[in-house]
Structure formats: C-alpha cells, structure tokens
C-alpha cells in the first residue's frame, strides 16, 4: 500500500542531544501527524499540522509541515532517557480521515 | 478509565481458530477505525465506522476478517479461521469528528491495543 519514508530508520544519542527525523511522500497531504509509541502501548499524538509551511512546537518538540506538502519533520531538543520510543509520521488520506503512516524511527538515548 | 480501552490485551490461538477482538471507545465519540500493525512496521489502515456504520473497510485484508459496531459505541474486530500472518498487534482508534464535517481535524486516540499470536 501506500506508504511514508521516513528516516532515518533509528537513531542512538546522547541524552541533552537534538534529533531531527523526517518524512516524505510523493503525494500532496493536507494534514501531517507526529506520534510517540513506547513498547506494548498505542502511538500518542505530539504534533497536528495542517497548513503547508507551518512550524508548531510543542514543549521541547518542533514539527513543521513542508511547503509543497510532501514532507515535514520533527525535531527534539536536549533530548532526555522518556524520549526513547518509536516516532512515527502519518497522513490523514481520504474523506474518513483514515491515516497512513510511515515506519517508524526508532530513538534510543544513552544517559 | 477516559482512554480507548481495548481487550483481551493478549489472545494465542491455534492456526483456524477464530478470534474476537474488543474496542471500547471514548465516550461519545463518533469515529471508530481499526488499525493492524505488524512488527516493525507502522499501523495499516483495517476499516472505519462512523457511529454504527462502516462506511470503509477497504484495509480488511480477507473475507476472513468483520468487524461490527452493532450500537455506535463498542466495536468487536472478528478474525476466523485465523492463519499465521494474521499475528500483529490489533489496534483501536477513536475521534470526536467524523469525514470531513464538524470536528474532522480532531485527533484519533488509540488503545493499547490487542497482541494477536496465531501458533
């Protein structure tokens, strides 16, 4: 089906570190979604956005949604040891807002 | 709890047994989707219910898998005569909004969703 790239594929830093991941598509989406899964949980939602070109930041986390609205990326600052988990992108693809999602970075941080 | 409750958390079922998978949304939530998620890949898109309608069910990979959501609440994601490839963690979303109307951009809420191990 169709999917998100995303990468990088997994990333090993140290704790205080930045991270930046991203996502592309070869499709134009109106809506991009950054979720956090941690092992044997659901994903939860850190960042919506839904306008091309718009920079939201949510605490320590920083999206923003690419200007031809194929791609967008997620930054974390001074990371810290919680932020190990499972980042995914997603889309909101069709009129019942079901969503494709990439595959995932993979975020281990060493204290 | 106010989150999407999901259960059992984890079935094991022999090869052609079938299976009954459980989502309790949040209350009063229109939109109920249902997610499949292999391991080490992203969740793929199964089916979505609108209250008591499933208005998609495009992702349901065979005629082996239903799902229902007979009162516009609960949903049961029915998987029978289940093979080896079904197992994956089943997972349940819920939203306040629905389509593209009122509400359309609110977030989908996950459950923790169900381990399938098909032996």
């Known amino acids: 089906g169709q999917q998100l790239n995303q990468s990088p594929q997994s990333m090993f830093i140290q704790e205080g570190e930045d991270v930046s991941m991203n996502c592309t598509s070869s499709s134009i989406f109106n809506t991009w979604l950054w979720y956090k899964q941690d092992p044997g949980e659901g994903p939860v939602l850190l960042i919506a956005l839904y306008k091309a070109g718009e920079l939201t930041s949510n605490g320590r986390l920083t999206a923003q949604f690419g200007i031809t609205r194929k791609d967008s990326f997620l930054n974390i600052s001074a990371s810290i040891p919680s932020d190990v988990g499972i980042y995914f992108c997603?889309?909101?693809?069709?009129?019942?807002?079901?969503?494709?999602w990439g595959l995932g970075t993979s975020l281990a941080v060493n204290p | 709890g106010a989150g999407v409750s999901q259960s059992p958390r984890y079935k094991v079922a022999k090869r052609g047994q079938d299976v009954a998978l459980r989502c309790d949304p949040i209350s009063g939530h229109v939109s109920l989707f249902w997610y499949q998620q292999a391991l080490g890949q992203g969740p793929e898109f199964l089916t979505y219910?609108?209250?008591?309608?499933?208005?998609?069910k495009s992702g349901l990979p065979s005629d082996r898998f239903f799902a229902e959501r007979p009162e516009g609440s609960v949903s049961t994601l029915k998987i029978q005569r289940t093979q080896q490839e079904d197992s994956a963690v089943y997972l349940c979303a819920s939203s306040f909004g629905s389509g593209t109307g009122v509400g359309s951009n609110q977030p989908q809420h996950f459950g923790d969703g169900t381990r399938l191990s098909i032996l």
């Open positions: 219910f609108q209250n008591e309608a499933q208005l998609d």
């Open positions: 997603a889309v909101n693809a069709g009129n019942n807002r079901k969503l494709i």
